[in-house]
């Protein structure tokens, strides 16, 4: 998509110089014509001029397919034909339902018939309906003028409700044929990698209306070069020509976007670089102490696991990966098994389709449960998942003034300007002083008023936090999501600054009913839209996510939530000082030495609380913690702390137990745990710092499945 601006800018009517004849001399009637001529033929033209010289600004999404729930990025290109210098900033605004949801400001660009092309990545957007496009309106900013696009350009993006799985291929464009490592053993199939797609299980075609998959191409040379930039995924298979292909950059960002809970799938049988044997290594958890794969010199690699398959499956920290260390046969029924626990398929699911082949789902013959009934969103988040982040953050102290206050400051002040003034200048003869008395009174009423509900509400900003760490086996963090409430005692707007980090705004959202919007009319669903989005716009200028800065205005009184996610060596949070390396899934079985380990850990603080999940059963440290007069007693805090590690069965997390990370308001990603997988542990300790700053770090335990 492309634009071609108008100059809106002062400098509307650009001078031009015109020769006169010689022959004319200096004066006369020729010579008026001809600068009247001149001025009328500036003015008419002047538009044209500006129009020419406008930039060119194009959009183009960065990959195939956008993901559900996941970052939008896409590439702006600013081209400019005039030789001249043009030096400004891109400004773009993002509409959903004609309100404005986002701005983005790139830094300063320098122009001369040249071309620049800005990578953009947005937070996840929210479209509740499919008739609410996400809209894009474009402007070019100089010093003196501003280049507007009136044409709304519009970027592929999914509606709420429905899911998109979007599987990277990272492969040599170059290279018209797959690699033989994807056998298909003799069948006719259109792609060897069809077998990776969950819509292909789906019991019936109506349920593609919810639930869908797409493969999209990745050219080495264009993968990204930062975790956070694979969040455009759900699942990255990466072949053996794309592997080779993969710089080191590339592949440390891939293990930290796996490490903090991305799927992938490598074939990885031939690995000639140190890059990608060190990669490799990571993903099969193949540590010094520990080794589970091994190089010759040429680079071939080979498994030092006895086993009877041509690949290793591995949980490097809260993520999952499939090494391949040799072809793979697509209807080896061990190898469907493999892919289901790739993508995290919950167990009782992986039995249906395995003997199936099928996914269990709802009938679609029932009316209440039919794929193509138009208020049927099996699928759509929990549009109230964020309220229990915003109810445990919000100050504790927190009041508004007691409803008696009101109404006796009310009856005074009504007593006051009533009858007491009325006597009161009536006896002295001064009643036309009630001019004065009046609203002098009710400025004074006004100002004890306000006071008073300053030093109810707090009369300084309240900064409180829950930041959530997820730790590999050995104690290193590899996901931080924090969460950042900000209650204003004044309007101000508040500027960060944020390196390699997502920033998104907390998406609690009103009890809007997505299906009552289906039906109304476009004003009606345009108001009912606009209530279903209550983030406050965020402005972004520069990098993201690599450096920029996030503007946001915040309001008196009105709680502000915003999520931040980093991944990889990119963390800054500090992990308890616990033997993490000697923590072992032999202790956590054992009841005795399992009540060690907990109260080992909460006799560190007096404010720590430690949970072990174990299927149905949950163990609570029993030891010193927390303080009685910490917030940690507030069993609320603790339910949402367990409960943002594991997602109940319903909707799509019917099917998995858990998602890849995407750092969305809706919190779905934060799961890493099934409760119904029983070889899995989760180790959950709650500490709290200074000034309501929660910390909770996860250790997830998964027991080897050989």
């Not at 702006?76 to 034909?81: C, D, F, I, P, R």
């Not at 959903?96 to 790139?106: E, G, M, N, Y």
């Amino acid at each position: 998509m492309s634009w071609w601006g108008e100059d809106l800018g002062r400098n509307r009517m650009r001078t031009i110089i015109f020769p006169i004849p010689a022959s004319t001399g200096t004066s006369g009637p020729f010579v008026t014509k001809w600068w009247t001529f001149a001025w009328v033929w500036i003015v008419i033209a002047s538009p044209v001029f500006a129009q020419s010289q406008a930039p060119k600004v194009s959009l183009i999404s960065r990959f195939d397919s956008p993901r559900s729930h996941a970052p939008v990025q896409f590439e702006a290109s600013v081209s400019w034909n005039s030789p001249q210098v043009l030096e400004g900033s891109l400004v773009l605004d993002f509409y959903v339902a004609q309100r404005r949801v986002h701005t983005w400001r790139s830094n300063d660009v320098v122009l001369s018939a040249s071309e620049v092309v800005l990578p953009i990545m947005m937070p996840p957007m929210i479209l509740p309906t499919e008739q609410t496009p996400l809209d894009i309106r474009a402007a070019f900013v100089t010093e003196d003028r501003v280049f507007t696009y009136p044409e709304e350009q519009d970027l592929p993006y999914w509606v709420d409700w429905k899911r998109m799985q979007v599987i990277g291929i990272v492969h040599p464009q170059s290279e018209t044929t797959m690699s033989a490592e994807f056998r298909d053993d003799g069948r006719d199939t259109a792609s060897p990698l069809s077998v990776f797609r969950l819509d292909s299980l789906l019991p019936h075609r109506d349920w593609s209306r919810h639930l869908a998959s797409r493969t999209v191409p990745v050219d080495p040379e264009d993968a990204p070069s930062s975790g956070l930039e694979w969040m455009a995924f759900d699942l990255v298979i990466v072949t053996a020509s794309g592997l080779q292909q993969m710089n080191d950059r590339q592949l440390r960002s891939l293990a930290d976007w796996v490490q903090g809970g991305g799927l992938v799938c490598v074939s990885g049988k031939v690995a000639r670089g140190s890059e990608q044997q060190i990669f490799l290594e990571q993903v099969s958890e193949s540590t010094t102490l520990a080794p589970r794969i091994a190089f010759d010199s040429e680079g071939n690699l080979r498994t030092l696991e006895r086993q009877e398959v041509n690949w290793i499956s591995a949980t490097p920290g809260v993520g999952r990966s499939l090494v391949m260390t040799d072809s793979v046969a697509q209807n080896d029924s061990r190898w469907q098994q493999a892919i289901l626990e790739l993508w995290r398929v919950r167990p009782d699911q992986r039995t249906t389709i395995l003997e199936t082949g099928a996914l269990s789902l709802p009938d679609h013959k029932n009316y209440e449960t039919n794929p193509n009934r138009p208020n049927y969103f099996p699928f759509a988040p929990d549009e109230l998942a964020a309220n229990g982040i915003r109810q445990v953050l919000m100050p504790e102290r927190l009041e508004g003034v007691p409803l008696t206050t009101v109404a006796t400051l009310l009856g005074l002040c009504l007593l006051v300007i009533g009858p007491v003034e009325y006597f009161v200048l009536s006896a002295i003869g001064k009643r036309r002083w009630t001019w004065i008395v009046f609203p002098t009174v009710a400025l004074l009423f006004s100002g004890y008023t306000v006071r008073m509900a300053q030093s109810h509400m707090g009369e300084t900003d309240a900064v409180r936090s829950l930041t959530i760490v997820d730790l590999d086996e050995q104690g290193q963090p590899v996901r931080e999501s924090r969460f950042e409430l900000f209650f204003a005692a004044t309007e101000k707007d508040l500027v960060q600054n944020y390196k390699n980090t997502l920033v998104s705004a907390l998406e609690y959202r009103e009890a809007v009913e997505v299906d009552d919007l289906y039906y109304q009319s476009s004003s009606v669903r345009q108001r009912g839209v606009t209530e279903f989005l209550r983030t406050e716009p965020l402005t972004f200028q520069g990098r993201a996510p690599l450096d920029y800065t996030v503007e946001r205005r915040v309001q008196q009184w009105k709680p502000q939530i915003v999520r931040t996610t980093r991944l990889g060596t990119d963390i800054e949070a500090t992990v308890p000082s616990l033997r993490w390396a000697e923590l072992t899934l032999d202790q956590l079985r054992d009841v005795r030495t399992q009540r060690q380990v907990l109260e080992d850990i909460t006799s560190r603080s007096k404010n720590t609380r430690v949970w072990l999940m174990h299927g149905t059963e949950i163990v609570e440290s029993a030891s010193k913690g927390p303080d009685p007069e910490s917030n940690l007693s507030n069993e609320t805090l603790s339910g949402v702390c367990r409960s943002l590690s594991s997602q109940a069965e319903t909707g799509i997390f019917d099917i998995v137990s858990h998602i890849s990370p995407n750092g969305a308001g809706t919190l779905e990603d934060l799961a890493i745990w099934d409760s119904t997988d029983l070889s899995q542990w989760l180790l959950l300790i709650l500490v709290e710092g200074e000034s309501g700053d929660h910390h909770l770090y996860r250790l997830l335990m998964q027991e080897s499945e050989t």
